[in-house]
């Protein structure tokens, strides 16, 4: 795909300029420390054998709420790998959670949406962020790479930002148990059609949205050395939980609006629907919102759209018509201006505004989802760069031919009644290292990028 290959090369140097325009970021809410484990097929059925089999299968056909025993995460475990989908619980159970720490892990590293795109924003691509880090252990301050990565510290009157090894915290570690498997890998005749993980998080402060003094008392302070602001972590609320934390978050985005900073939702997987219909309500509050195609349908359906939120997960590659009406329908129903959707193999973004920098930020994001999938970590810009080498996905070919069919789409351009589609068939790496943080990857460098570009 040579028109591809030369748009790529073109909006990863216009991106690269531009990116040092961008003069700080504000990443809230959620950080948190990665355990990875590589899964191993007879290890595992090993565990399930011993847990009870049958029970085990039970919660494999269908996924508990949380964890509060061991039958719970193997039958979790098995959930994700029987559908090649990304889940995650709270492990109630300190036993469960104890039976997680000795099983153990091959490698820790930061997690949470906001630890993520922080180490990318500040330690990639040097832009100054600051972050909420709910709880900064010395394990969790380890993790934050080099670079203008900043956290607030009140010290009497007066409020200091800097890197979070610098604040010598000891507080508690928050771990989530990443189980990792590659496609084709199989336990008892359950073979993955696809790469992902199952996470069990042992977590008292992410899963309740847990706002640090610091933040809640200095917001606006906090604000005010900001241009963007990117929200995150409020996928793992319930019912029960919800409101007091929703009330601050509406609070720092009345903040953030007045101050006429743009903010973007990372949307994730939100399992309870009561929160997921409160997120539709605030969306526009933001500015955009990015989700993958799960996310998306999830969303669809609690807006009464049934037929919508199943056509959105009924093919591979995700039938592009649908997600486009169905971004039509979320932009129309909540006046967010930007919504990034992205999905293996494309992406699409609908904005309420237009120019070739939506598109050039988005294969931007491309380069650096593939460095993140090839890699496990973004480790510098060269990394980006090599990613120039990954080949384009070749079924989005079809995808592209349906929207050229349907809306004109030029060099991944249309112009709609609702303002401007862009498209790109993005990178995809055959032998991914692992697969969790992708998302947060591609949207935080989407969002930022757009910015800078359109400067
Ligand atoms: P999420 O499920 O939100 O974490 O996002 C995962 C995203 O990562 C998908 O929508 C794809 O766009 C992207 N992705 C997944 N696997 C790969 C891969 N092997 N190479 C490049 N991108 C990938
Ligand atoms: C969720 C998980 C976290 C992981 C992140 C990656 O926030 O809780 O463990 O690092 O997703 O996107």
Request: glycine content about 8%.
């Amino acid at each position: 795909m040579p028109m591809w290959d030369a748009l790529y090369s073109r909006a990863l140097e216009r991106a690269k300029d531009a990116l040092p325009r961008t003069k700080g970021v504000l990443l809230a809410y959620n950080t948190n420390v990665d355990a990875i484990k590589y899964l191993n097929p007879r290890d595992l059925e090993d565990r399930i054998e011993k847990a009870g089999k049958d029970e085990v299968f039970r919660y494999s056909e269908e996924l508990p709420e949380k964890i509060t025993e061991i039958p719970h995460l193997l039958g979790g475990i098995l959930w994700s790998i029987r559908h090649g989908k990304a889940a995650e619980l709270f492990v109630e159970s300190c036993p469960v959670r104890f039976y997680m720490k000795r099983w153990g892990w091959d490698e820790l590293r930061m997690g949470g949406q906001v630890g993520i795109m922080a180490n990318l924003l500040g330690g990639v691509y040097g832009i100054p962020v600051i972050a909420h880090v709910p709880q900064i252990s010395k394990l969790q301050a380890s993790l934050f790479k080099d670079g203008p990565i900043y956290v607030p510290k009140a010290d009497g009157g007066e409020l200091r930002f800097i890197h979070p090894r610098e604040f010598n915290g000891d507080e508690e570690n928050l771990t989530h148990y990443i189980y990792e498997f590659p496609r084709g890998f199989e336990v008892f005749g359950i073979k993955a059609p696809r790469e992902n993980r199952f996470i069990g998080s042992a977590d008292d402060y992410n899963p309740n949205l847990y706002i640090r003094p610091e933040f809640r008392e200095n917001f606006e302070k906090i604000a005010e050395r900001t241009e963007l602001a990117i929200i995150s972590g409020l996928q793992a609320l319930t019912r029960e939980n919800y409101a007091e934390p929703f009330e601050e978050v509406e609070r720092h985005l009345d903040i953030l609006n007045e101050k006429g900073i743009p903010v973007h939702l990372e949307f994730a997987f939100t399992p309870d629907e009561t929160v997921r219909k409160k997120l539709v309500e605030i969306l526009g509050k933001f500015t955009s919102v990015g989700l993958n195609e799960v996310e998306l349908a999830s969303v669809v359906e609690v807006l009464g759209e049934k037929e919508l939120a199943r056509q959105l997960i009924a093919h591979d590659p995700v039938d592009p018509i649908a997600v486009v009406k169905a971004m039509e329908r979320l932009a129309e129903i909540t006046g967010v201006r930007r919504i990034h959707f992205h999905t293996y193999g494309y992406y699409l973004a609908l904005t309420s505004y237009t120019g070739e920098h939506v598109r050039d930020s988005l294969l931007f994001a491309a380069l650096a989802a593939a460095a993140k999938a090839k890699l496990g970590d973004v480790r510098n810009l060269d990394d980006v760069d090599k990613a120039l080498d990954v080949p384009v996905n070749e079924k989005a070919r079809d995808v592209e031919r349906r929207l050229k069919e349907e809306f004109g789409l030029k060099k991944g351009i249309a112009k709609l009644d609702a303002g401007q589609l862009s498209f790109v068939p993005t990178k995809i790496v055959a032998k991914p290292k692992s697969t969790v943080g992708i998302g947060d990857t591609i949207s935080s460098s989407a969002f930022v990028s757009e910015f800078a570009l359109r400067a």
